[in-house]
């Protein structure tokens, strides 16, 4: 394998990273993991050893070291701003050696190339929060502030756990018909009532904030299907939401009137009930009426590993999407609706 180039892609998203290495014809031959890459989680430190550790995880499946990858693209969760840009570009920079040219983005970036073979369309991600991002035939591209709430963009698995909270306090106090949620959710989180939920949300934060998400986003998904209206509901607010920022991010770059892939990237997209899917469609074709929502063709990190590629001149060839499928099994099965990140 001397002579082979060889390209490195990392997904990093809130709860975990994803490494894939793989030649220039498209085989796949290492992969590796690490923790949570979202720097404004876990501090910049712990970001950049969670990709080293991916890194080097893929590497070693690979038989390979550091100095044999071409290049490599880092696609990670908190690059929002160009200030994030800049500082997780210098913290990349001081973790590799210098002679290894990469490239870095958002992680909604990899989430798009992954998940069409297409160059270009929009993707909207449904992990532990939201984002959405399109890019034109010209190149133009165009991303929200993914920032949540507090940035004006709601959405994912935080959301659907907040809202669906909001509704469960405002049952418990009178102010909503109670449906099934109200009772479920305790039952979920193994609380008495609903003053010790308030009691371990202030005392507990984000670490009682990821144990909701962990329990009641799927219990939202479960009870909708068996009927729930509230749960209902809240899929339904959600998936609009997601649907006009999609919609709006496709206007910016002059695609909402064009046969567009939109990818759904995400783990609440597998939630076994099809409502945040539906009502997120509704909402995006008001603004893009052609556009074709799809599953991911793959998973974000190979999207990484082809933005390697493609940075070091590369064309994505119908052998090379060939040789991906055939070694694609390298990843784990996607997994069911989880409380954060791509996955």
Same mark, same amino acid.
């Given at each position: 394998?001397?002579?082979?180039? #060889? ?44 990709? !080293? ?6 590497? %070693? ?11 490599? @693209?880092? @696609?990670?969760?908190?690059? =929002?701003?160009?200030?994030? /840009? ?12 210098? +002679?290894?040219? #990469?490239?870095?983005?958002?992680? %909604?970036?990899? $989430?798009?190339?992954?998940?069409? =073979? ?21 190149? +133009? ?15 994912? %698995? ?11 306090? !405002?049952?418990?106090? $009178? ?17 008495? *009532? ?6 371990? /949300? ?6 009682? %904030?990821?144990?909701?998400?962990? &329990? &009641?986003?799927?219990?939202? #998904? ?10 209902? *509901? ?32 995400? +783990? &609440? ?9 539906? +009502? ?6 008001? #603004? ?46 996607? $997994? ?8």
């Amino acid at each position: 394998m001397a002579h082979t180039r #060889f390209y490195c892609g990392v997904d990093g998203g809130a709860t975990k990273t994803w490494a894939v290495v793989g030649d220039a014809r498209g085989r796949l031959v290492g992969f590796g993991t690490g923790g949570p890459a979202n720097y404004h989680l876990v501090g910049l430190e712990a970001a950049m050893q969670a990709v !080293r550790r991916a890194v080097d995880g893929a590497l %070693s499946q690979a038989g390979l070291e550091l100095g044999a990858l071409a290049r490599a @693209c880092f @696609c990670l969760a908190a690059d =929002d701003s160009p200030e994030d /840009h800049e500082r997780i570009g210098r913290a990349l920079a001081a973790m590799l050696p210098e +002679s290894l040219p #990469f490239t870095w983005d958002n992680d %909604s970036w990899a $989430g798009l190339r992954g998940g069409t =073979d297409k160059p270009w369309g929009a993707v909207v991600i449904g992990g532990t929060s939201t984002n959405s991002a399109a890019k034109a035939p010209d190149g +133009s591209r165009a991303i929200l502030r993914g920032l949540g709430r507090q940035s004006g963009n709601p959405g994912g %698995s935080a959301d659907i756990a907040i809202e669906a909270v909001f509704w469960a306090l !405002r049952m418990d106090e $009178g102010s909503a018909p109670k449906t099934r949620l109200h009772g479920e959710i305790l039952k979920a989180l193994g609380l008495p *009532d609903y003053d010790t939920l308030i009691k371990e /949300h202030r005392e507990g934060g984000l670490a009682f %904030s990821y144990r909701a998400m962990g &329990v &009641v986003t799927p219990l939202v #998904f479960r009870l909708a299907g068996e009927g729930d209206e509230r749960a209902q *509901d809240v899929l339904i607010r959600v998936g609009r939401w997601m649907g006009e920022q999609t919609g709006a991010v496709m206007r910016r770059v002059g695609i909402d009137g064009l046969e567009a892939d939109v990818v759904l990237a995400g +783990s &609440v997209f597998r939630g076994e009930n099809p409502l945040l899917i539906d +009502s997120l469609t509704l909402h995006l074709h008001r #603004f893009a009426p052609r556009a074709r929502t799809r599953l991911p063709l793959y998973h974000p990190v190979i999207g990484a590993y082809l933005l390697a590629l493609e940075a070091d001149g590369l064309e994505a060839t119908p052998a090379l999407y060939e040789k991906i499928e055939e070694t694609r099994d390298i990843l784990p099965e996607p $997994g069911p609706v989880t409380p954060g990140g791509l996955e």
